[in-house]
């Protein structure tokens, strides 16, 4: 599919409504744009919601994942015996 676009004085431009739906794009879909070879490629784009952790936070998810005394010994065994056995 091939269109002619008028860029805006805004820079915006409108993508023909079957171009969006052959793309599954709606009205907040977020697209990449790229130059490449004197060409604007659009790529539909995917966004992951991230999320920023405090140091302290981190630390005690750490502390908590210790093992007690004993208990890496004990799970490496197990899993030893499954292994060989």
Do not use: C, H, Y
Request: hydrophobic share 45%.
């Amino acid at each position: 599919m091939k269109e002619n676009l008028f860029v805006s004085s805004k820079g915006q431009i409108t993508l023909p409504a079957a171009m969006r739906q052959a793309l599954g794009l709606t009205g907040n879909s977020i697209l990449t744009a790229e130059t490449k070879d004197g060409r604007i490629i659009l790529s539909p784009a995917m966004v992951v919601e991230t999320e920023i952790w405090a140091d302290d936070e981190i630390a005690a998810w750490d502390a908590a994942d210790d093992f007690a005394p004993g208990e890496r010994e004990a799970l490496e065994n197990a899993l030893g015996s499954r292994r060989d056995g």
